[in-house]
């Protein structure tokens, strides 16, 4: 197993089976990086891949 920390959706898109988004120290979604960047479950995870933050 190898953990990567990055800030770059595109590359965490292509690198990852599973990916893990955290904000402000806190675990918001666990998943599967298809799902997550597909159809994210929490709002601040769907506003990160938008773009709205980060």
């Known amino acids: 197993m190898i ?3 990055t800030h770059s959706m595109q590359q ?11 904000y402000q120290g ?4 666990y998943g599967d990086t ?3 960047f597909n159809n994210p479950k929490a709002k601040e ?5 938008g773009g709205k933050f980060g």
């Open 34 to 36: 298809k799902q997550i």
């Open 3 to 5: 953990i990567m920390v």
């Open 45 to 49: 995870t769907k506003d990160y891949i």
């Open 26 to 29: 806190k675990l918001i979604e």
């Open 12 to 22: 965490a898109q292509r690198i990852s089976d599973r990916i893990a988004f955290f």
